[in-house]
């Protein structure tokens, strides 16, 4: 079936370091691919998203690149800040005959120190 | 804007006792869904509603029920909690049916230990 797989954490940083999350996904078909961010107590929001191959999905400084040719969809940002601390899942959609179901790495934690 | 709302955002329960998590949401979006939330494993989908008046299991259905009230509403039951259900629940939902492009949008969760 369809899965993704994602960098286990925590991935700790300094401030304005260069930051890489690794995802790669599984899947038939063409999925749509997802960055979602949970701060803490909350629930998770949308990051960004790609549609199709080539798509650069981008948000708030962080952007990622849908791969077909290596199933992957790794998230990047320039120049961290401790906001940035959150837990950041990558998630893929799948068509099934009634619905659209996202399904969803298992999460990195990223702290950034001041 | 309330988006998702869940209620509780806290619950203690004894093992072997019921209780129904409420979710609802404003936005006229067509399907909702299920998740909890366990360390280390990411989100699994417990139920999923495509549209008012369907239901269908998720990856981790056993012991739970969903009902989708309305369009705005979908609730999650524990028929008879066990220890194995402590975790953190979300409720979300997402505008079109059957579209692969279309995010969720998540309340911020119900917190549930079971005793």
């Known amino acids: 079936g369809n899965s993704v797989t994602q960098m286990e954490g925590p991935v700790t940083l300094s401030e304005e370091a260069f930051l890489t999350i690794n995802c790669t996904y599984t899947a038939t078909g063409y999925p749509s691919l997802f960055w979602y961010v949970q701060y803490p107590g909350e629930g998770l929001q949308l990051l960004l998203k790609a549609t199709k191959a080539d798509d650069k999905g981008s948000n708030k400084g962080f952007e990622a690149t849908y791969r077909k040719e290596t199933t992957s969809f790794h998230l990047e940002k320039g120049s961290v800040q401790v906001s940035d601390s959150a837990v950041y899942f990558c998630a893929l959609s799948d068509m099934d005959s009634s619905a659209s179901k996202i399904i969803f790495g298992s999460g990195t934690r990223l702290s950034i120190r001041p | 804007n309330a988006g998702v709302t869940q209620t509780p955002k806290f619950q203690v329960l004894k093992t072997g006792q019921s209780m129904t998590l409420q979710c609802a949401q404003d936005m006229n979006h067509n399907s909702m869904y299920w998740y909890r939330q366990d360390p280390g494993m990411g989100l699994r989908l417990i139920y999923y509603s495509a549209s008012e008046g369907t239901t269908d299991k998720g990856e981790v259905p056993n012991g ?29 939902s997402s505008t079109r049916q059957g579209a692969t492009d279309s995010p969720l949008h998540f309340g911020n969760g119900t917190r549930l230990t079971v005793t």
Do not use: H
Request: contains cysteine; positive net charge; charged residues 20%.
């Open chain 2, 64 to 92: 739970y029920n969903v009902s989708r009230l309305n369009k705005r509403e979908f609730s999650l039951r524990l028929e008879s909690a066990a220890p194995s259900q402590t975790s953190v629940y979300f409720c979300a």
